[in-house]
């Protein structure tokens, strides 16, 4: 009998109409556990660096974490992964909600998608019962409405599904895959979604979910549970707003959003304002949140609330998450919350991301005003609104917003172009627009933050992050060192989630710099210290991506109540396999490494691991290389970022190293072209 899992994977070839049921490795699954770990060793066996994203053979991968399906607390996380149209790297996104829970319920792990429908269908999952349907009384309609209508069609309400809107119908490459109040957002996802022409995927299951000691894994559980209360209750001091209480991000709780508004950037991450949140703006904006926030909700068996229903007055209701709340408001340097909400609620219908769309906007009108586009290239579009009395924004821009919004999702006129994302809007545009294109990384828009001086440890996993995304980067470690030391001794007194003592003391003798002004340095220890606690919060990351738990109660938290100390517990007592923390962490450094094989495959070199242009104000290129040097001595890799043979044969991914070695990828060379498909040469 398999436990925690069901051993099964869905196949299915849009091209041929075939389905097939295939029974999974239980070796696989103590290698890899689930999710994005079963989902990267599916992708590097199956979508060789030949492949390009629109390519047929390109897999849309669709995977439940693990113990998704099982009574652990917050294990609902789906892991969607494919060839990102933005990056042409290996894309993953996960999302939480009610999916990957349902999948597991009617029998499967994953569902790997291939080839191409050459009509709009759906597929509905129900049990063994396996359907493609058509779809094309689907088409051009919203992520949200589509899931409405196709849970009425099939008379089954507890269905759960997953969507694209009209965006992800005609590619565009920041396009999501949507669900309830949860999304796939980042990396393009929807766009080979829409490729495939596939609109949307039901699910319904009644199966069972076996456990191999049950007794043992709900007192685990009642642990958790436990703590997490606890955590509820006591909130840590001196962290920012929404890292008080456990649930991060909490922005759609949170009124005072005085620390958001400045620390992020405006237009095209262009301009930071530090006197922008009045009493006035204040006032509006809780107004406002509490007149449109029908009620916080939260995901599949998770007590945390950290997603709202939002009602627009005039709009139908939706689901809103994260930060979207303030993205749409720093593109159009607009101060108005009614403003960002009600945008939300059309860009959700499409199906874009609330990071790339804003900032690929904002990225237009730049080129507007600089005289690089023309008023040609915008017909119709409305003027610039005033300035807003009391404020020293410049004239925002919303009703261009959506404008340029319905362009992009319809691919008409200048909307085709930036439908790209920046930097291949940028390419194609010329005449100078490179330089206006300043916040990607790997060709995707990152958040848009303007800070002061470097933050070593952002900074390694912004240049090295196979994610690419501010979510794979939100850490256990502080931020930034408590102002006294007392406070920093009493911080570490309690805190039992740490891999080793060290990092107690780490923190202990981290003190803020005394330098003030253009003189001032990065606040760290040493380059050894960023490196190993970088280390400890990616691996975070990996343990929850592949487990299916979401971040809100492990990897995204001070103090959470998941962490090595009772991760391999709850494993072996759900699977019956034997896991201790050794085993765990050698598991998500084997992860790593894949993820990161799977890139250097596809030409991905250390000259790739940048962070963006102009994210820090003020940077040191020598301490920048000796980290990225350290950082990846510490992770096996050489000094061109590939595997070594020796860390490949510890993690036991030698038929890595054969595949490099036959591609002509030595691992005993600091530089070293790759014979594939190079990041440079693909526009």
Same mark, same amino acid.
């Given at each position: 009998m398999?436990?925690a899992e069901t051993?099964?994977?869905?196949?299915?070839?849009l091209s041929?109409?075939?389905?097939?049921?295939?029974?999974?490795?239980?070796?696989?699954?103590?290698?890899?556990?689930?999710g994005?770990g079963k989902n990267?060793?599916?992708?590097?066996?199956r979508?060789?660096?030949?492949i390009?994203?629109?390519?047929p053979?390109?897999?849309?991968i669709?995977?439940?974490g693990l113990l998704c399906g099982t009574?652990?607390?917050?294990?609902n996380?789906t892991c969607?992964?494919?060839?990102s149209?933005l990056?042409?790297?290996?894309?993953f996104?996960n999302?939480?909600?009610?999916w990957a829970?349902?999948?597991?319920?009617?029998?499967y792990e994953?569902?790997?998608?291939r080839?191409?429908?050459p009509?709009?269908?759906?597929?509905?999952?129900?049990?063994d019962?396996?359907?493609?349907?058509?779809?094309?009384?689907?088409?051009?309609?919203?992520s949200?409405?589509?899931q409405?209508?196709i849970k009425?069609e099939?008379n089954e309400?507890?269905?759960?599904?997953?969507?694209?809107?009209?965006a992800?119908?005609?590619r565009?490459y920041? !396009?999501t895959?949507?669900h309830?109040?949860?999304?796939?957002?980042?990396?393009g996802?929807?766009a080979i979604?829409?490729? #495939?022409k596939?609109?949307?995927i039901a699910?319904r299951?009644t199966?069972?979910?076996?456990?191999?000691?049950?007794a043992e894994?709900?007192?685990?559980?009642r642990?958790v549970?436990?703590?997490?209360?606890f955590?509820?209750?006591n909130?840590i001091?001196?962290?920012?707003?929404?890292?008080e209480r456990l649930g991060?991000?909490q922005e759609? !709780?949170v009124?005072?959003?005085?620390w958001?508004?400045i620390l992020?950037s405006w237009?095209?991450?262009?301009?930071r304002?530090t006197?922008?949140?009045t009493p006035e703006?204040?006032?509006e904006w809780?107004?406002?949140?509490?007149?449109?926030?029908?009620?916080?909700?939260?995901?599949?068996?998770?007590?945390?609330k950290?997603k709202?229903s939002i009602s627009p007055?005039?709009q139908?209701?939706?689901?809103?998450?994260?930060?979207s709340k303030m993205?749409?408001l720093?593109?159009?340097y607009s101060?108005?919350?009614?403003?960002g909400?009600?945008?939300a609620q059309?860009?959700f219908a499409?199906?874009v991301?609330?990071?790339s769309?804003p900032?690929?906007i904002?990225?237009?009108?730049e080129?507007?005003e600089?005289?690089?586009?023309?008023?040609?290239d915008?017909?119709?579009?409305p003027?610039?609104g005033?300035?807003?009395p009391?404020?020293?924004?410049p004239?925002?821009?919303?009703e261009r917003?959506y404008?340029l919004l319905?362009k +992009?999702?319809?691919?008409?006129?200048?909307?085709?172009?930036?439908a790209?994302?920046s930097?291949?809007?940028?390419?194609?545009?010329?005449?100078?627009a490179?330089k206006?294109e300043?916040?990607t990384?790997?060709?995707?828009e990152?958040?848009?933050?303007?800070?002061g001086?470097?933050?070593?440890?952002?900074f390694?996993?912004?240049?090295t992050?196979?994610k690419v995304n501010?979510?794979q +980067?939100?850490?256990?470690y502080p931020?930034?060192p408590?102002?006294?030391?007392?406070?920093?001794?009493k911080?570490?007194?309690?805190?039992?989630?740490?891999?080793?003592?060290?990092?107690k003391q780490y923190?202990?003798?981290?003190?803020?710099?005394?330098?003030?002004?253009?003189?001032?340095?990065?606040n760290?220890?040493?380059v #050894?210290?960023?490196?190993?606690i970088?280390?400890?919060?990616?691996r975070?990351?990996?343990v929850d991506d592949?487990l299916? +738990?979401?971040g809100g109660?492990?990897?995204?938290?001070?103090k959470?109540?998941?962490h090595?100390?009772n991760f391999?517990?709850?494993i072996?007592?759900?699977?019956g396999?034997?896991y201790d923390?050794d085993?765990?962490?050698q598991t998500?450094?084997?992860?790593r490494?894949l993820l990161?094989s799977?890139n250097?495959?596809?030409?991905l070199?250390?000259?790739?691991?940048?962070a963006?242009?102009?994210h820090?104000?003020?940077?040191?290129p020598?301490l920048?290389?000796?980290l990225?040097?350290e950082f990846? #001595?510490l #992770?096996?890799?050489n000094?061109?970022?590939?595997p070594?043979?020796?860390?490949?044969?510890?993690?036991?991914?030698?038929?890595?190293?054969?595949?490099f070695?036959?591609?002509?990828i030595?691992?005993?060379k600091?530089?070293t072209?790759?014979?594939?498909?190079?990041?440079e040469?693909?526009n």
């Amino acid at each position: 009998m398999r436990y925690a899992e069901t051993g099964f994977n869905l196949e299915i070839d849009l091209s041929t109409g075939n389905i097939e049921k295939v029974e999974t490795d239980p070796k696989e699954t103590e290698f890899y556990l689930g999710g994005l770990g079963k989902n990267a060793k599916i992708f590097w066996d199956r979508v060789p660096p030949e492949i390009e994203p629109f390519s047929p053979d390109n897999l849309l991968i669709f995977g439940g974490g693990l113990l998704c399906g099982t009574p652990a607390l917050a294990a609902n996380q789906t892991c969607i992964t494919t060839l990102s149209p933005l990056t042409e790297l290996i894309g993953f996104s996960n999302m939480g909600g009610f999916w990957a829970p349902e999948l597991k319920y009617a029998g499967y792990e994953n569902v790997i998608i291939r080839g191409k429908s050459p009509d709009s269908v759906y597929l509905w999952i129900h049990n063994d019962k396996v359907e493609i349907r058509d779809a094309s009384h689907l088409k051009g309609m919203g992520s949200l409405q589509t899931q409405t209508l196709i849970k009425q069609e099939l008379n089954e309400p507890k269905a759960q599904v997953v969507s694209i809107g009209l965006a992800g119908e005609n590619r565009v490459y920041f !396009a999501t895959i949507e669900h309830d109040a949860s999304s796939a957002s980042r990396g393009g996802l929807g766009a080979i979604m829409g490729d #495939k022409k596939l609109k949307a995927i039901a699910v319904r299951g009644t199966k069972d979910i076996n456990i191999a000691r049950p007794a043992e894994f709900m007192e685990l559980r009642r642990e958790v549970w436990d703590y997490t209360k606890f955590r509820m209750e006591n909130p840590i001091p001196e962290t920012m707003t929404i890292n008080e209480r456990l649930g991060c991000p909490q922005e759609m !709780a949170v009124h005072d959003e005085k620390w958001h508004t400045i620390l992020a950037s405006w237009g095209n991450t262009r301009i930071r304002i530090t006197d922008f949140w009045t009493p006035e703006i204040e006032k509006e904006w809780t107004e406002t949140l509490e007149s449109m926030r029908v009620r916080l909700i939260g995901c599949y068996n998770c007590p945390l609330k950290c997603k709202a229903s939002i009602s627009p007055p005039g709009q139908p209701t939706y689901m809103m998450k994260c930060y979207s709340k303030m993205t749409w408001l720093h593109g159009a340097y607009s101060p108005s919350l009614d403003f960002g909400l009600r945008i939300a609620q059309r860009a959700f219908a499409y199906g874009v991301d609330s990071i790339s769309t804003p900032q690929v906007i904002a990225f237009a009108l730049e080129l507007l005003e600089a005289g690089i586009l023309t008023d040609s290239d915008f017909p119709g579009m409305p003027p610039a609104g005033e300035v807003r009395p009391g404020t020293k924004l410049p004239p925002n821009n919303e009703e261009r917003f959506y404008y340029l919004l319905d362009k +992009i999702a319809h691919r008409e006129g200048i909307g085709d172009i930036l439908a790209d994302g920046s930097y291949r809007a940028a390419r194609r545009i010329g005449k100078g627009a490179e330089k206006f294109e300043h916040n990607t990384i790997k060709k995707q828009e990152q958040l848009p933050i303007k800070l002061g001086v470097l933050d070593p440890l952002y900074f390694l996993m912004f240049c090295t992050g196979e994610k690419v995304n501010i979510t794979q +980067i939100q850490g256990q470690y502080p931020q930034d060192p408590f102002r006294m030391r007392e406070t920093r001794e009493k911080f570490v007194k309690d805190w039992f989630q740490v891999p080793d003592e060290k990092f107690k003391q780490y923190f202990v003798d981290w003190h803020g710099s005394k330098e003030e002004g253009p003189n001032r340095k990065p606040n760290y220890p040493t380059v #050894k210290m960023a490196c190993e606690i970088v280390d400890w919060m990616e691996r975070m990351h990996y343990v929850d991506d592949s487990l299916g +738990i979401c971040g809100g109660l492990s990897s995204w938290n001070k103090k959470p109540p998941y962490h090595l100390h009772n991760f391999p517990k709850i494993i072996s007592a759900a699977t019956g396999m034997d896991y201790d923390t050794d085993k765990l962490v050698q598991t998500t450094k084997r992860i790593r490494t894949l993820l990161r094989s799977i890139n250097v495959r596809r030409g991905l070199r250390r000259k790739d691991d940048t962070a963006p242009a102009d994210h820090w104000s003020k940077r040191f290129p020598e301490l920048e290389n000796e980290l990225i040097d350290e950082f990846y #001595k510490l #992770k096996g890799w050489n000094k061109d970022s590939i595997p070594t043979k020796e860390s490949l044969h510890e993690l036991g991914l030698d038929y890595v190293n054969q595949d490099f070695i036959e591609r002509g990828i030595s691992t005993d060379k600091e530089d070293t072209p790759a014979k594939n498909v190079a990041l440079e040469n693909k526009n």
